[in-house]
């Protein structure tokens, strides 16, 4: 299941950084099992920080920023932080545990301690409410908001940041409404028939779903356009290459517009990108695209050897969970 976090709520603040002067801020972190030699930090206007690891083994530098919202990434995972001027920042975190270990002391990072449990009792809300029928969903939604409301009021924040958080619970509320909805819709594809296609295939010729039939098929939905598809294709071309051989077919599914079909073309031919790749013959209006209630990519579905849907909302390949069902699944 996928995770919601309040950061993914924070991203539709724009990463609003609140202008009231620069100044400086001091940021350490000691990362055990890191995943980069570098850091990043982003924010809004276009604010990106490099941060070097040092020979003593640690992320070390000071810089201007305004006062607000930021994410950090070690180029795997990321995390969302809020800074503000004369903030002293010392991070520790194991990366292979990524959001549970997050922590932060020194000089202003009462907020961005909170983001960081935040995430993980989003995630705990996920994980737990969203196997329930809709009434104690709905029952578990409201309590948790009224917990998070209180926690945020008796914590000892900046304003701006309390005022912010407010809206991402709302907005998180709504998110997670749909989110509910949309995976209750898919849990009831499971054991069906998948719908068919019959598309341009890149080697030549077209392919059907019903083609495949014998074999597992992951199939990752996309277009050139998209960063997030653009930046799940290295973590697919491993999978493809862990499991080569076996009992799976992996396809990529593009659905780019007509007049970007040479884009696509050159795409795949450029990356050497592998597996089956598709063309759609309608984009986003594709029948098998529309079938499966496609609204945002990248999308990933898991089919069994029947031509059944296992999961019509799969993991990505980035994710660890993916990695273990299809050891669990072709073993």
Known sequence: MKKIFILSMLSLLGFRGISQGTNQIKFTAKITNRNSDTIVIKGANNFKQVIPINKQEVFDTAFEAQKGFYRFSD?????????????????????????????YK??????????????????????????????????????????????????????EFKDALKKSFEQFNEYAVQEYKNASKMNSFVGKASPDFDFENYAGGKTKLSDLKGKYVYIDIWATWCGPCRAEIPFLQKTEEKYHGKNIHFVSLSIDKANDHEKWKKFVLDKKLGGIQLFADKDWQSDFVVNYGVTGIPRFILIDPNGNILDADADRPSSAELQAKLDTLLK
Do not use: C, H, R
């Open 75 to 103: 180029g795997v995972e990321s995390s969302t932080i809020y800074l503000k001027p004369g903030s002293e920042v010392n991070l520790t975190m194991n990366a292979k545990e990524f959001d549970e270990t997050i922590i």
């Open 106 to 159: 020194g000089k202003g990072t009462n907020e961005s301690n909170f983001l960081a449990q935040q995430a993980l009792k989003d995630e705990k809300f996920q994980n737990e409410a969203f196997t329930k029928d809709e009434a104690e969903f709905s029952s578990l939604l409201k309590e948790k908001n009224k917990s998070d409301l209180a926690n945020l009021e008796k914590g000892d924040f900046d304003p």
